[in-house]
């Protein structure tokens, strides 16, 4: 059940974020654009390399869970093999 919430809430976070970048490069964009286009599009190409590595953080959120579930999985098989071979 708590596994399931997370992978809810962090899916929802992915693409809420993808949304920010997107709707708020163009927002950036609009912004800055009395400044020049040149600088408009310098301060937005930054919002995105930023924004990009906030998604990347939570997308190594969801790549440390699996390596968490995995290595779960691998103990408990682990433990089985050591059962059987020792009395």
Request: proline share 0%.
């Amino acid at each position: 059940m708590q596994k399931e919430k997370f992978d809810r809430i962090i899916s929802f976070l992915l693409g809420a974020s993808w949304a920010v970048v997107i709707f708020g490069a163009l927002i950036t964009f609009k912004i800055f654009s009395f400044l020049g286009f040149s600088l408009a599009l310098f301060i937005t190409i930054t919002f995105i390399v930023i924004s990009f590595f906030l998604i990347l953080t939570l997308d190594a959120f969801v790549i440390n869970r699996q390596r968490l579930e995995e290595a779960k999985k691998q103990t408990r098989l682990l433990e089985k093999i050591y059962s059987k071979h020792t009395w």
